[in-house]
């Protein structure tokens, strides 16, 4: 953080944490479960804040949320045989939460409405499909994915569903 505010990099805690996720190095044999997003390399996630800089759709936040799900859950979870043996379909909610909410100039509140933002889509797993892409609105939007663990083998089963900015690539 002191060598952002040296060098002049604007920072944020959206910045700061996909700094962090998307430079964490995934450490072999180990699942998602023990090591979530991988380990952290701070000389990697500074290049990336740095690389990042001028980006002004670093500092939106991206609420996720499964619709008809109880709790706000940070996953979808089967942990009953039944529930493991069908194809399942849900709806995924995507929020952007911009940075100042007491910004009220007009030049703000204009960005906010003109924001759009055009995501890729993609799973970890074959067993869970979603789409390839999806546009993104200043109020939300929501999507299907499908789950169907129908012929997996006992045991636990992980996927990550993850969406990039497409133009970003």
């Not at 995501?119 to 994915?145: E, Q, Y």
């Amino acid at each position: 953080l002191s060598a952002c505010k040296a060098e002049g990099i604007p920072i944020s805690p959206s910045r700061i944490q996909r700094a962090i996720q998307n430079t964490t190095q995934v450490m072999p044999n180990l699942s998602c479960l023990q090591q979530g997003w991988g380990m952290i390399q701070v000389d990697k996630a500074f290049e990336y804040l740095k690389a990042t800089k001028d980006s002004t759709s670093e500092d939106i936040n991206f609420q996720v949320a499964i619709d008809n799900r109880s709790g706000n859950p940070r996953g979808i979870y089967f942990r009953q045989p039944e529930e493991s043996a069908t194809k399942q379909t849900f709806s995924i909610r995507v929020s952007p939460k911009f940075r100042r909410v007491d910004e009220v100039d007009d030049a703000s509140q204009k960005s906010r409405i003109d924001f759009e933002m055009q995501f890729c889509v993609k799973s970890t797993a074959s067993w869970v499909s979603v789409p390839d892409h999806f546009m993104l609105m200043n109020n939300g939007r929501a999507f299907k994915i499908t789950v169907d663990p129908s012929n997996l083998p006992h045991g636990i089963h992980t996927a990550q569903v993850v969406g990039s900015d497409a133009e970003q690539k």
